[in-house]
C-alpha cells in the first residue's frame, strides 16, 4: 500500500518530468520538512536534518546506499578540569581577594569620577579563561547498504507530528526506506531500514574513527556479535566518551561483527554486517564522564563521574531486550513526543502546501509578501528543536545539542548568557512545554557552586553567588579576559536574567514544592549577591543605588547604572516580593532588606546607560536597554508610581514611546557586527510588544528570507557557504509570533491587574486563525480563535489552588472582560 503512490511516480517519471509531491506518509496537515535529494556532505549547517532527545542528538543527510549520521552526546566537551585539574571556572585566586577588592575599589572610584562616566578598562578583574574548551562532536555513524544502480524516486523528510526523519528512495527494483529518530524515554537513537523486497541486501555498520577530524581517534571495539563499543577521548588530555550501537534484525538474519585493526595502528575499527534481514535496526547510546552531580567544591569541581560504560551498558539493554521490537520502540518514542508537544496547538489558517519541497518553499520566500504555511511550519519546528535537544541532563546551548565539529564557534557555549540561552526558552511555559528543570539544575548544580566564589573573591561579597557572560557545563563563572573585553566578560547580570525564567515557571505553573526547592533558592541566592553589589550613585549624586561598574552587553563603555542591569535587579527584587509567601523563608530582614533597596535604586529607565551617550545612529546588534520590553515588564508596564524618582515622572506612554524610537534607531538587524537571525528576532518580538503589527512582520518574515536555510536552520552570517548554524533564531522564533498573537507581561505586584492582550500585533496575512492550551502566568490556560483579523472567542481557565488575582483581558485597548482569577474557574468571552 505505502509504496502504491511511488509506482505510479516511477510511470511517470519514465514518461514525462516527474511530478512533484511530498512523500507518501507525509503529515497531510503540512508538519514535517522534505527535499527530494540527500543534504550534500558539506553543507551539514544548511541542508542536513536533526533529531535528538537532549541526551544525545544526531543530523543527518539522509545518503541512500550509505547514511552518514552525525552523532552528538550533550555532555562531550574538550577543556575545563578534564584537561587542567587546576582548572578553576576562570577565576581569580583566593589569594587575591584582598587586591581584587582594592581594584573594585579604585574602578569604581574611577568611574563616578570621571567627568563622563566611564572609563577605558577593567582589564586587572578579568581573568584567562584557561582550558575554556568547546562542545564537540562524537563522530559518525556509518550504514551501507550493499546496493548498486541508478537511484530514482527519492525522498527525505523530517515528520514533525512523529519527531521521526525518514529517507525513501528506490534502486533497481526494490524500494528502501530509512528511518530515524532520537527516543528520550529509551535515551537511545535509533535507525531503522526496511525495503520492498523480502531480504535487504547486505548491511554494514561501523563509526566512523576517521571522518571526525580533531577527535583523537578512538577504539572501536565488538563488545559482542551485535554491538560496537567506541571508547575515546575528546582531547588527550580531555574526558572520555562512549558510544555503545548494537544492531536488532528480523527475518532469517546472520549479524557478525568483525574486529579490524586500521593498517599501520593499534587502534581498532570494527564493523557489523547483516545479512539476510527483512528488517534492520541499530540503536546507539552515548555518555561520557561528565558528572553534573559533581560540580561543587564537596567534589573539589571535578565535575567527575564513573567511567559510562556500565550505565551505558544497561540502558542499551533495556531496549534491546527479545521484547522490545521496534514497533515497540517506535510507538513510545511517538507517544512521548506527543504527549511533550500536544497540550498546546497553533493554526495561522494555513494552508499546506504539498508539492513544493521545503528548500524552495524557503528559496521562493520573500520579506513582507511571506507564506503562511511557512511561518506555522517554522514555528513547529522551534518547537520540535528544543524538546530535542532541552531535555537532557543539561539545557539546550547555542546549537541545542547539533554539532559538526570538534571545536565549535563560541564552543557551541552552553551558553553565551546575555541573550542567546535566554532566547532559547523563550517560549517553553507559554507553549507548555515541560522541558525547562534541566536548565534550573544546571544553573543549580554549575553556576551556584563556583559563583558563590567568584562572589566572594572578585566582589568580596560573602553571600549569593554571581556569574558572568560565557558559561559552559564546568562553572565558568569568572568574567573571561580576551583582549580589552568588557563588552562580553563584564555581565554579572547573566543569572539575573535567567531568574525570569526561573520566576515565570513558578508564576506559569504553580508549582508550590518545586519553587520551594529550586525556584527560591536560586532567586534568593542571586538577590543575595546583587543586593550587596549595588552602591550610590556618586556621579549624579540623586541619592540612587546603582551598579558600578557594568557594560551593556557587547557595547563598549564601561559605566555605571546599566539600564539592562538595573531594570532586571528590579525584576529580581520584585520577583523575591511576589515569590516571598510561597517559598516557606522566614527571613523578614532579607524581605525587607530587598524591598527597602528596590525603594532606593535607580530603575534603569534610560536609553541604555545613566550617562547619556546614546547615538540615534546606533545600530548595535543587542537591544538590552528594551529587556523591560520583552521579556521583561520594566519597560512594558512601567508605573509611575512605583518607577518614577527624582528627576524623572515619565508616564507609561513617554517611556514606551521612548522604547518605540529607540527600536527604530536601532535598525532591523543588519548593523556591524550583525545580521544575524536572533537580532531580527528579537526586534520583531518588541514590535509585537509595542502593538506595531506591520513592523512585526517586516521583521520576522525578513529573518525568514534571510536567516534561514533550506533545512530551516538558522544562520549567522546569512546564507554564505560558511554559515554557521546559530538555534537563538530558531527558537527566538516562536516567541516572537506567539508575542503578536497573546501578551501577558509580568507585573511588578501580585495585586497589579494582570493583562492579557489578545492579537495585539495581528499581520494582515493571518486573518484567521486559533491557539489552543496557551499558558498564561498566574496558573491559566488560554485559548482563542480569530477571523477575519476579528477575535471570536477567547476561553481562560484558571487552575486549582491559585492565588486569585486581577485579571483584564484587552483587545484593541479596550478591556473586554475584567475578573479575579479565582481557582478552577472558566472565563469565556465571545465577540
Ligand atoms: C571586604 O569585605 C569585608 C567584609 O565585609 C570588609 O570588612 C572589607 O572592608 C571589604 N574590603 C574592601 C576593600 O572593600
Ligand atoms: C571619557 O573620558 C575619558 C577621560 O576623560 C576619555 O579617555 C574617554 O575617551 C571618554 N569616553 C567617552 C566615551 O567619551
Ligand atoms: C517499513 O517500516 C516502516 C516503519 O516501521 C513501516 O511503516 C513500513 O510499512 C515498512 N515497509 C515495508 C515494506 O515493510
Ligand atoms: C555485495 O553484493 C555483491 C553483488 O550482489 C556481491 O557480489 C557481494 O558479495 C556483496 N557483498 C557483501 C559484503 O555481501
Ligand atoms: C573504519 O571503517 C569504516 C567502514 O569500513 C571506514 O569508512 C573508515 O574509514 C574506517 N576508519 C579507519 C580509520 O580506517
Ligand atoms: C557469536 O556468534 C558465534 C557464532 O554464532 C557464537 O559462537 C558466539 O558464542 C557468539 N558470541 C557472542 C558474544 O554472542
Ligand atoms: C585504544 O586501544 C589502545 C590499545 O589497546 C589503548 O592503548 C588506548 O588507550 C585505547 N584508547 C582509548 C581512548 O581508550
Ligand atoms: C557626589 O558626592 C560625592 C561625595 O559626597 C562628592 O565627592 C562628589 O564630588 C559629588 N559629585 C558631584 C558630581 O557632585
Ligand atoms: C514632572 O511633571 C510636572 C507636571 O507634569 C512638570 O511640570 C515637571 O517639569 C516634570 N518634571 C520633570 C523632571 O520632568
Ligand atoms: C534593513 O536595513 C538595511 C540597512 O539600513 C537596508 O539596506 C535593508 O533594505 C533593510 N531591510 C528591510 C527588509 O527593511
Ligand atoms: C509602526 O511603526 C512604524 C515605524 O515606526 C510607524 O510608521 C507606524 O505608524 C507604526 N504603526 C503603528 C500601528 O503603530
Partial sequence: MLYGRVARLVLLALSTSRVISAPPGFPASGNGLWYTSPGDFDSWSTEWLPIGNGYVAATLPGGTTQETTQLNIESLWSGGPFQDPTYNGGNMLPSQQGAMAQDMQTIRQAIFQSPNGTIDNIEEICTDPGAYGSYSA???????????????????????????????????????????????????????????????????????????????????????????????????????????ARVRTAGNAKVVCTPSAVPGGQTLNATLTVTGASEAWILWVGGTEYDIDAGDSAHGFTFRGPSPHDSLFSLLSSVTTSSTEYSAISAAHVADYQALMSPFELSLGQTPDLSTPTDQLKAAYETNV???????????????????????????????????????????????????????????????????????????????????????????????????????????????????????????????????????????????????????????????????????????????????????PEQIP????????????????????????????????????ITSLREQMDKGIHIEWKVDMDSPTDTHRHLSHLIGLYPGYAVARFDPSIQGYSGHNYTRDDVLNAAEISLIHRGNGTGPDADAGWEKVWRAVCWAQLGNA???????????????????FSLYPPLGPDAIFQIDANLGYPAALLNALVQAPDVASTSTTLTITILPALPTNWPSGSITGARIRGGMTLDLEWEAGEPKSVTIRVDQNVQARPVQVVHRGQVVASFSSTSSTTKSVGF
Fill in 138 to 244: 562524537a563522530g559518525y555513524l556509518l550504514s551501507t547498504i550493499n546496493v548498486t544502480g541508478t537511484v530514482s524516486n527519492y525522498y527525505r523528510w523530517l515528520d514533525l507530528d512523529a519527531a521521526v526523519a525518514h529517507t525513501l528512495w528506490t534502486q533497481g527494483s526494490t524500494t528502501f526506506h530509512r528511518e530515524s529518530f532520537c527516543s528520550h524515554p529509551a535515551q537511545a537513537c535509533v535507525e531503522h531500514i526496511n525495503a520492498s523486497s523480502s531480504t535487504l541486501p547486505a548491511l554494514t555498520y561501523a563509526i566512523s574513527v576517521a571522518a571526525q577530524s580533531g577527535l583523537p581517534t578512538p577504539n572501536v571495539t565488538c563488545l559482542d556479535n551485535s554491538t560496537l563499543s567506541l571508547v575515546g577521548l575528546v582531547a588527550v588530555p580531555g574526558m572520555e566518551y562512549e558510544v555503545l
Fill in 370 to 552: 511571506g507564506n503562511t504555511y511557512v511561518e506555522w511550519l517554522l514555528f513547529n519546528f522551534g518547537r520540535y528543536m528544543l524538546s530535542g535537544s532541552a531535555r537532557g541532563a543539561l539545557p539546550a546551548n547555542l546549537q541545542g545539542k547539533w554539532v559538526q565539529l570538534s571545536s565549535n564557534p563560541w564552543s557551541a557555549g552552553e551558553h553565551d548568557s546575555n541573550i542567546n540561552i535566554q532566547m532559547n526558552y523563550w517560549f517553553a511555559e507559554m507553549t507548555n512545554m515541560d522541558v525547562v528543570t534541566p536548565l534550573f539544575d544546571y544553573m543549580e548544580k554549575t553556576w551556584a557552586p563556583r559563583g558563590a566564589e567568584t562572589a566572594q573573591i572578585l566582589y568580596n561579597i560573602s553571600q549569593g553567588w554571581v556569574t558572568h557572560d560565557e558559561l559552559q557545563i564546568f562553572g565558568h563563572t569568572g568574567m573571561k579576559l580576551e583582549g580589552n573585553s568588557a563588552q562580553w566578560a563584564d555581565y554579572p547580570e547573566s543569572a539575573v536574567w535567567m531568574m525570569i525564567h526561573v520566576w515565570d515557571h513558578f508564576d506559569y505553573t504553580n508549582d508550590v514544592s518545586w519553587f520551594r526547592s529550586q525556584g527560591w533558592p536560586l532567586l534568593k541566592g542571586v538577590a543575595q549577591f546583587h543586593m550587596q553589589k549595588l552602591i550610590p550613585d556618586l556621579h549624579f549624586n540623586d541619592s540612587t543605588l546603582v551598579v558600578n561598574p557594568c557594560n551593556s
Fill in 558 to 593: 564601561i559605566t555605571l547604572g546599566c539600564a539592562h542591569s538595573q531594570q532586571l535587579i528590579w525584576q529580581l527584587f520584585n520577583a523575591i516580593e511576589k515569590g516571598f509567601d510561597a517559598s516557606g523563608d522566614t527571613d523578614q530582614t532579607f524581605l525587607q532588606e
Fill in 694 to 712: 506591520s513592523e512585526f512582520y517586516t521583521e520576522l518574515s525578513y529573518a525568514i528570507e534571510r536567516n534561514y536555510a533550506s533545512n530551516l
